[in-house]
């Protein structure tokens, strides 16, 4: 069983920068995908960026290319999600996820994912 623990939230000015973290724990780090998804108000979780296992391949939602870079070191047990040129619309609880079973669905589906963080909000104000 997985187990994992985001940070790195908080507010931000339009334009500025976050850098998030997560920790996991429970189970071999290196041995399953990372994703990162996102929640605003009244809205349904999106898929963010996913990564995989050895860093070799990395994912992004279409409109949140070239902002947002995401990175794992499994000597650490930890993915990041590096936010630029933040937007007032980013603002939303941030959740990591891990990918685990490698099955389930598409990798931007939530169902696709089996272990999840209990969020970091992020604001960004103008």
């Known amino acids: 069983q997985v187990q994992l623990v985001e940070s790195g939230g908080g507010l931000v000015q339009a334009g500025g920068s976050l850098r998030l973290s997560c920790v996991a724990s429970?189970?071999?780090?290196?041995?399953?995908?990372m994703g990162w998804f996102r929640q605003a108000p009244g809205k349904e979780r999106e898929f963010v960026s996913r990564?995989?296992?050895?860093?070799?391949?990395?994912t992004y939602a279409d409109s949140l290319k070239g902002r947002f870079t995401i990175s794992r070191d499994n000597a650490k047990n930890t993915v990041y999600l590096q936010m630029n040129s933040l937007k007032l619309e980013d603002t939303a609880v941030y959740y990591c996820?891990?990918?685990?079973?490698?099955?389930?669905?598409?990798?931007?589906?939530?169902?696709?994912?089996?272990?999840w963080g209990q969020g970091t909000q992020v604001t960004v104000s103008s």
């Open positions: 996820a891990a990918d685990v079973d490698q099955y389930g669905g598409p990798y931007y589906s939530t169902d696709r994912y089996e272990a």
């Open positions: 429970g189970r071999t780090f290196s041995t399953y995908a």
């Open positions: 990564i995989s296992r050895s860093s070799v391949r990395t």
